[in-house]
Each structure stands twice: as structure tokens, then as C-alpha cells.
């Protein structure tokens, strides 16, 4: 339970109307019940005020009167995940060393640890404080698993490599694999050997079954509050800015930098080798063969910008209809000649 | 060995012939030997009838004089399908409960299970009967496994999972795994609380390495008879309808609801809150960006009637030629007018 | 330490200058220092050789004189490599079989294996000499693994796969899960039982995630020398040529047969039941909808030839122009037409 107050507080809103009713939990308009807080994203919804029972509202208006208080926040969603966050926080509750777990000796471990059973943890790794590694999970050797991180059940990081402080790796992911590099010996691929690391600094997510790849030489870098989505694939020496957005099954080739607050869509592929600027967003299933400038907006397979994008995918299915148009004014265009052309012999 | 009556009657088909032929297993029409039985899809390949070495043949019309008995079916490969599964079909022999499974002692555990080493199954979860759950399997808390389904090794299953009977998840399956949820403050993101479920219904097949997120809040919600192939992403949220079919690679992004018997081909990605309609068909590397409606095809990135798409494609590699023509046209044109110009000056 | 000469031969290649010189590791052109050697690769870099710190270089031509021992190799890339593995191969130090490996009495094992914790193999299996399977590798039954292969953590093998020998296979991939393929009964998907196996030939490596599905009958076939990318689906029954490179996230689906020495860069989709001739190149994101002839580039979804392909995607941004030149052509050109039909009616 929460006094309203407090909760404008913690999330740097104004209250309007009664600060002391107190809260007990969080739910959507439509599901919200007395005693809940709820939120209004846009201004077009205030009517729903009136309807909702919750007890109290997250607003992006100033309202001057409603028949219930509200906390006044430029960014409502923002307050209501944070006050959401608040009332699901749990004291992290430490479970020990499961004994099924095989830990080397020479392993460094943090305190008050949640390592579960069929985990194995191999020579000189560093595992810091509080970090949570669920059944099935495989730190190769010289590994880092920063504070307060959570390995969820089946993850392999491989050796050599550095994860930071509360990281988030999902089921299946894989740290650290071999980068894909061989050179041609006449037809056969001989492998270019893979003896770089993955780095990824504090605050990343990376969905379930994702993949990163160590470097050839050097490192793979996820920067500090990248989140990666599920099954997307990340190759060797790429370097992911701070904060950028990686959504659901794109892949990102060797050795590409993508800059600082970048959205990738699903299912976009990036080619390597190029750089994308900072604030860059690129459409779904977009295929980005270049670099790209920062704070542009791009789509399409090859990219253009996002605008030309647009233009270009609705005239797309007026292609044949043109064809049609084309072939006939041609024809049309013909006559025109032939008859200009026989006047003149006329003449 | 079974009689050729008996097969017939099992798949509703009616015996040309003689009924009391003994079947002992089944092939393809080339592969087959005396005893087997095999099967002709289309009528246009009936001439096969007199090469296959098969004792017996399905076949899709009712054939008045044949060498060798037949069944005749409606859908010959159906049947044939019914049979294989017959012969093949081996009854359920419990392993019973490896010791090197770690499983909570609040967990309830049904009857008759084969639970191999390196399992995990957290408190309070339920594991009905027959069920199979193969090495590495993680269950978190919570979760629900229904009578006979086989979760093959290093699936995970977040807590709070619902898993229908005859359920097959392939390895490397991840079920509820945190939603791709977060809201902007500033440049950080900050995540939304993933604490919904996934509920799976019965008789779900789910491929190698699939991963099917946890709702925000609520649940979401994979149907009765839907079948999913390899390494697709299914967001939270997402609902999808009874029999549908989703093939390798596809992506569905959050709160989207596929209808019934939808076949969304390989590598399809589909926007998040849409409705697909039932019974659409979408082709392969399609992208979905706005709802559908029933019971039509769809192809092409953006998505278009299959059709249009069909003829939109056939035109494409046609564009070059046709803005050569173009910019030849203008140029005729141009002097055209300019003669009409130049004769209107000259009366 | 190896005398530049003895590198040379190793690699073929010959010594311009001191051959007696002693290197003792390598490094990149810009990160060499002395004692190492590294590589040019393109003639127009010849100018780095008086800037390197590096003891010797290995160049792609005939230098005459430089202040500096060389190797002249007609691939310095992969003179390079193979130096590079020379110096980075260690000798393989078996392990032994971790006492937490739970191995089926009946299963036949090589020498010299390394096995660690949590690994589980099948009744009947056969793990060939100096085998390495790490932690959660599952091999199920009558399955065979090759002398010198390396399954990476919580790799899936299912039953009856025959993997060949210096096999890599990464971090979560799936060997043999069941192909995708049911009948329709009504609405109701019907599975069609997959029976079949995998084989992987000697020298395949298999990136992290991705799945090989085993036939439905019959055999999914990787030939000698492929190598796979992470989070790549190949589907039942197909059949990948010597030496191919399939690059992340590729989906080939069931009964396709890829020739020697394709590649197939990221993100494409090839449909089922064709042929890619020997040689091909398909670029990225393409979608393959129809066998292609051998030795030749294609690109696009639907695929047409690179070439084609280059200018229509040239030709795409513009399409929106030429619609607009085009119905500005026609009503000049209907103008012009009434012009000369007027003039035709004045005479």
C-alpha cells in the first residue's frame, strides 16, 4: 500500500485532487478495480475518467477537475511502468549453491549467489554478487557474470567472455560462439580461427535464443542498456551503441557498428563491414547493404528512406497497370507519329 | 501384419479386390516391396499402379480392374498417413523418474512418467500423466505439463506455463520468456514487467528452437492443433487460432490474433495488434502490416491479394525496361508537340 | 618460434629476404609487432610494408626489394590462416568422462574422449575417438558422433543421426528433430511420422541455434565440408553440397538438394522440392521460389538474376516518378491527339 503522494514522488508527477488515498496495485483502464492506480497515454482518452474504477488515475493533461485524483505526468506510461516495477519488486531472496551444480575450484565466487542444479562453471570465472544462474547454464572458463545478473536456464556463454552488471540473458541464448569466418583453400573453407571475446556492459537484455558471436580478433561489444529480442543474431566485431533496440530475429553481419539509440524492426538484416548513425530507425524486414546517416528513418530491402519507402510500396501495385498504360501509349504515341509524319508528306 | 479389409475400414476407404491380402508395413510407390501397401496422390500417375512392386495401392478414384488390390480413398495420402502412423504407432512404455532429476517436492506428479537425468521441475507444478520429459528439460514453478507430451531435451519452460495434453516441444523451445516490452525515459529503456502467462492448448506441436514469450499481463495463447515449425517467434500476447499452421523462421510481433487455420509460410513476419482472419494463407517472406480478412491469400512485403502480388512480380524485372521506354516516350512526345506547336504557328 | 622459411614452406609460398628470421606469433598489418608476422592482401597496400612493425609480411606479389623479410603467396589471406591455426594449435588433451555424464552401458566409446558433467547418451550410440561433448549435450540413441568433433553446451542430438568426423557443432544446435510435415483431415493437422535420419559428413561445422530437421523418410544430408551459420533452419530432407556456406539465418525447406559450393548469404528462403545448381550465389534476403542453374549470382525476393537485380532495385526508389511522368504523358499525349483529330476535321 502506497499513498498516492508518494507515488507522484517516485515517478516526478503532480497530484491532483486527494494525495492520501492509498494504492495497493496496478492495472490496465478497462481492468483496474478500487484500490488500483491505471493511466491515459493519449488525451483523447479522457473520457475514459469517468468510466474506469480505479481509484486513481495517470494523466498527460493538466485536468483541472475529475471525480478522482490523478498524478499528473508528462509521460504517463513511463510512471505507470515505474510504479508497476514498485509494486512487483521482490527483495532478491538468495537460493546458495545447489550441490548438482559443478563450479571449478578456481572460479571466483560473489556473495549470496542463486546458482541452481546441472550448472557448470569453469576455470577462473568471476561470478559477482547476488548473480542467478538457472539449472542448465555453461560458463566457459576466464567468464565474467557481473552483479546482480540473471543467466536463465539453458544459456551458454563460452569462455573468455565479459557479461555486465544486471544483465538479463533469456533460455537458449548463446555468448561467445565462434564468429563465422573461413577463407577459400580452391573450394574448401578453411576456418579463420575465432579468438576474440564478446563483451556486453551493464543493463542488457538479450531474448531467448539469440546469438553473439566472439570476435575474430578483438571484441564483440554490446553497449551499456541494449536490449536484443529473441532469436537474433549478432555477428563477429559488430559493436551495438548504448540504449539501441534490437527487435526479434534481425541479424547484424561481421564486424558492422550500429550507433547509440538505434531501432532495428523484426527481421531486418544488416550487411557488414558498414555503420549505422545514432537515433537511426529502420522499418521491419528492411535490408540495409550501406551505411546510414543519423536520425533518419529508413525501410525497404535495400533501404531507402523511410518516406520514399512509403511512396514506393504504394505504387508498387500499380506496377502492372502502368505496364499496361505504358504499352499503350506507346502504340498511341505511333499513330501520333505516323499521322504528324504523313501530313508533313502531305504538305 | 494386418488385413487389407482392416486398413480399409480403419481409414473409411472401400477394398477393390481382394480384402484378405496381409499388409506388413508401408512405402513409397518406388521403395515399396511385396507386403507393403503405397499409395498414388493423383490420378495422373495410376499408369504406376502396374509398376509398383506393392502388394496393395490407395488410389484417389475408384479404379474398375487393377492387377493387385486397392483401397480407394478420398485423400489417398491421408489415409496412407493414418496407415503409417498404424504400423508405426508403439504403445507408451514409462521410464519412470531418473535420480538425477532434481524435482520440487511440491511439485504433484502423475502416473506412469518418463522423466530422464539433468531435469529441473520447480515447486508447485504439475506434471500429469505419461508425460516425457527428455534431459535438460527446465519446468519453473508453477507450470502445468499435460498427459502425453513429450518435451524434448533442453526445452525450457518458464514458470507459470500451461502446457495442453499431447504437447511435443522440440529442443531448444523456450515458453515464457519476458515479452519485449519497454518505455522510453530519455534515451534509457526502461523494461515493462512481464506477468502474464502462456498457455498452450492440446495437441500443439512446436518446433526445434521456437520461442513463444510470456504475456505483459494476461496470457498468450497458442490454440488447439496449431503447429509450428523451427526457430519461429511468437511475441506477448499473440494469439493464435485452432490448426493453424506457422512455418520455420516466421515472427509475430505483440497482441497480434491469428485466426483459425491460417498457414503463414516460412519467414513471414507479421505486425504487432492485427487480426489475421481464419483460413488465410500468407507466402513465404511476406510482411504483414495491417489486419486481414478471411479466408484469402496473401503475398509480398507489404502484403497484397497473392494475386496482384503475382502479377506485380512478374512485372518487376521489368522496371528498367519500361523507364527506358518512358524517358524514350517523353522525348517522342516532346517533339511531337513541338511539331504540332511549330504547324499551329506556321497556318 | 618458427623460422620465416619453415612458415613458407608451410604455406607454399616463397621467402623474399632472410628466411632465417625467427617469428613467433601474428597479428593484423596495424597491430603487428616485432617478432610477428601479418599479411597484405591487396597489391594497392604495398605501401603499408615500410609502415608495419611486424618482423615479416606475406604479399600477394613479387617484391623485389623491401627493408624487410616477405613470403610471396598467391593468397596471403590464406597463407595467413593457416599460419595463424599453426600457431594457435595446441594439442588436444582428453579430458576423461566426467563421473556426472550418465553414458548407456550399451553405448560403444572411443579413446581419449572428453566428456563433461550433464551430458547424457543413448542406448547404442558411438562416440569415436577424442570426441568432445560438453556440459547438456544430449545424443539420443543409435546416434554417431565423429573422431575429433566438438559439441558445444546443450547441443540436441536426436536418435539415429550420424555425425562425421571434426564436426563443429555450436552452443544449442538441434540434430534431427522431427521434419514439418502433416496432412489435412478436415481442419485438423495430421502428422506424418518422420522416421527418417540425419547424416552430417566429416568437416561440416554448424553455428549456434540452428536446426537440421531428419527426414520424414530417407535421409537430411550435409556434405563434406558445408558450413553453417547460426540460427539457419534446414528443413527435412534436404541436401546440402561439399563445401557450401549458408550463411545466418537461412531457411531451406524440406527436399530441396543445394549443390557444391553454393553459398547462400543471410536471411534467405529457398522453397521446397528444387535444385540450386553447383557454384550459385543467392544474396542476402533473397527468397528462392525455383531451381536455379549452377554458376551463377541471383538476388531479390523473388529471385532474378544479380545482374536484373542491381538495376531493378536502381530502378524501385524512382517508380513513384514515373508514375507521375507517366500520367502526365498521357493527357499530353490525349492533347496532342485531339489536336491533330481537330486538325483532321479542319481540313
Known amino acids: 500500500m502506497k499513498k498516492l503522494k508518494e507515488l507522484a514522488g517516485f515517478v516526478g508527477g503532480a497530484v491532483i485532487g486527494d494525495g492520501e488515498v492509498e494504492i495497493s496495485g496496478v492495472a490496465s483502464i478497462d481492468e483496474a478495480q478500487s484500490g488500483q492506480i491505471t493511466f491515459i497515454a493519449n488525451s483523447k482518452y479522457l473520457r475514459k475518467l469517468s468510466e474506469t474504477r480505479a481509484s486513481a488515475v495517470i494523466v498527460p493533461k493538466e485536468v483541472t477537475s475529475a471525480d478522482k485524483p490523478l498524478i499528473y505526468a508528462a509521460n504517463p506510461q513511463l510512471a505507470f511502468v515505474k510504479i508497476l516495477n514498485l509494486f512487483l519488486a521482490k527483495l532478491y531472496q538468495?537460493?546458495?549453491?545447489?550441490?548438482?551444480?559443478?563450479?571449478?575450484?578456481?572460479?571466483?565466487?560473489?556473495?549470496?549467489?542463486?546458482i541452481y542444479p546441472y550448472v557448470y562453471i569453469g576455470?577462473?570465472?568471476?561470478?559477482?554478487?547476488?548473480?542467478?544462474?538457472?539449472?542448465?547454464?555453461?560458463?566457459?572458463?576466464?567468464?565474467?557474470?557481473?552483479?546482480?545478473?540473471?543467466l536463465h536456464p539453458n544459456v551458454s556463454v563460452y569462455s573468455g567472455s565479459v557479461i555486465g552488471k544486471r544483465a538479463i540473458l533469456h533460455s537458449g541464448v548463446v555468448i561467445g560462439a565462434d564468429g563465422f569466418g573461413f577463407v577459400k583453400d580452391g573450394k574448401?573453407?578453411?576456418?579463420?580461427?575465432?579468438?576474440?571475446?564478446?563483451?556486453?556492459?551493464?543493463?542488457?537484455?538479450?531474448?531467448?535464443?539469440?546469438?553473439?558471436?566472439?570476435?575474430?580478433?578483438?571484441?564483440?561489444?554490446?553497449?551499456?542498456?541494449?536490449?536484443?529480442?529473441?532469436?537474433?543474431?549478432?555477428?563477429?566485431?559488430?559493436e551495438i551503441g548504448e540504449d539501441s533496440i534490437i527487435v526479434a530475429q534481425v541479424g547484424i553481419a561481421g564486424s558492422t557498428k550500429i550507433g547509440k539509440n538505434v531501432i532495428l524492426a523484426g527481421q531486418v538484416g544488416v550487411v557488414g563491414h558498414?555503420?549505422?548513425?545514432?537515433?537511426?530507425?529502420?522499418?521491419?524486414?528492411?535490408?540495409?547493404?550501406?551505411?546510414l546517416p543519423a536520425d533518419q528513418a529508413f525501410s525497404g530491402s535495400p533501404v531507402m528512406p523511410h518516406r520514399e519507402w512509403l511512396r514506393m510500396v504504394t505504387t508498387l501495385p500499380k506496377l502492372p497497370g502502368m505496364r499496361k498504360i505504358l504499352t499503350d501509349i506507346e502504340a498511341r504515341l505511333k499513330k501520333v507519329e505516323e499521322a504528324i509524319s504523313q501530313k508533313g508528306k502531305e504538305k
Open 94 to 114: 538468495p537460493k546458495g549453491i545447489d550441490p548438482n551444480a559443478q563450479i571449478s575450484p578456481t572460479a571466483q565466487l560473489g556473495k549470496d549467489l542463486t
Open 123 to 150: 576455470d577462473r570465472c568471476q561470478i559477482e554478487d547476488r548473480a542467478t544462474l538457472y539449472p542448465g547454464v555453461y560458463v566457459g572458463e576466464d567468464s565474467v557474470i557481473g552483479e546482480d545478473s540473471v
Open 188 to 238: 574448401t573453407n578453411v576456418k579463420i580461427p575465432q579468438v576474440g571475446i564478446v563483451i556486453i556492459e551493464d543493463d542488457v537484455e538479450v531474448g531467448a535464443n539469440s546469438t553473439i558471436d566472439r570476435a575474430a580478433l578483438g571484441q564483440t561489444i554490446i553497449r551499456r542498456g541494449v536490449k536484443i529480442d529473441n532469436l537474433v543474431q549478432v555477428a563477429h566485431n559488430v
Open 274 to 291: 558498414i555503420e549505422i548513425g545514432d537515433n537511426v530507425q529502420v522499418g521491419a524486414q528492411s535490408g540495409v547493404g550501406q551505411s
